[in-house]
DNA sequence: CGAAAAACCTGGCAGC
DNA sequence: TGCTGCCAGGTTTTTC
């Protein structure tokens, strides 16, 4: 699925929701990672859109007596298409009706969700989240705060979203390799030097990939109607066996927390 | 308890 | 062609 920048492209291409009216919400297929309740349908026919934000990698709508919680899972897509449009995919779960167009949730996997609630901000899936990496929230003394205190390798502390958000598995390698650091090094043997490199890198490197709209991988299609995806340079991820663009030596593949994890051991120590 | 592994799904691709 | 096994951007649940 959409990592950060894959899910802030996927909010820009939706933002001109914001301000109408839902007329509807229909469900074509209940089972997403947890089956969509029945109140998605009921409780939010004719509501307007007040407001549409990303929280972490959760896409919000903000209706006039409640909130939608949207997250994309592995495989999950919004598209944009005219609201009689009578065209569908396989995997089209969703769709947000509006007076002249709607928006499609396709999800091949059904790792994503939809959530209805009255309380977005108590809601168990948003209030245990870290700060978002973007923020000055997330700075070398924040991370170096936790490494501390975590033996843990310095990977899964940065990609577990109770530390921080929006980080997935390849800007994860991304981030780490632009800031030196080994994928698994123990957290609390990291410097703050090393915080700082890494909260630096997180930033550069979520930063580089919103402003490319997006992403790196295949199934990414932004919503605006415009199929195929946008290409940024990685520097690790997906390039085992090739050169390290700072060195000579050959890029690795390691297994981390279940993961495939990138790096050069000849730069990231 | 915390950490590691398995589980949830479907589809695409490499290899035979 | 067609089968099998493996892999995939995430997160929760189960097991150790």
């Not at 495989?75 to 002249?100: P, V």
């Amino acid at each position: 699925m959409p990592e950060l920048p894959e899910v802030e492209t996927t909010l820009r291409a939706i933002k001109k929701f914001q301000r109408q009216q839902l007329i509807e919400i229909k469900v074509n297929n209940r089972n997403l990672r947890w089956k969509v309740a029945k109140s998605i349908e009921i409780d939010t026919k004719n509501q307007r859109i007040l407001n549409l934000k990303r929280r972490a990698k959760y896409i919000i709508f903000e209706l006039e007596s409640l909130s939608l919680l949207l997250h994309l899972g592995m495989s999950g897509s919004l598209r944009i298409a005219k609201r009689d449009e009578n065209y569908f995919l396989k995997h089209d779960h969703i769709e947000f009706i509006f007076e002249n167009e709607k928006i499609i949730y396709n999800d091949p996997r059904r790792f994503g969700s939809l959530h209805i609630t009255r309380d977005i901000n108590n809601h168990n899936l948003i209030r245990f989240l870290g700060p978002e990496p973007l923020s000055k929230s997330f700075n070398n003394k924040y991370l170096f705060n936790l490494c501390t205190n975590s033996k843990t390798n310095i990977k899964t502390l940065l990609m577990n979203q109770k530390n921080v958000v929006g980080i997935g598995n390849i800007y994860a390698s991304e981030a780490l390799f632009l800031s030196k650091i080994n994928p698994v090094k123990q957290s609390n043997k990291l410097t703050i030097e090393e915080c700082k490199r890494l909260t630096a890198s997180s930033k550069k490197i979520l930063n580089s990939a919103i402003k490319c709209g997006g992403t790196t991988l295949k199934d990414f299609y932004s919503a605006d109607g415009n199929a195929g995806y946008f290409k940024i340079k990685l520097n690790v991820y997906g390039r085992e066996g090739l050169d390290c663009s700072k060195c000579n030596s050959k890029i690795k593949k390691v297994t981390v927390n279940n993961r495939a994890t990138f790096y050069c051991s000849q730069c990231q120590s």
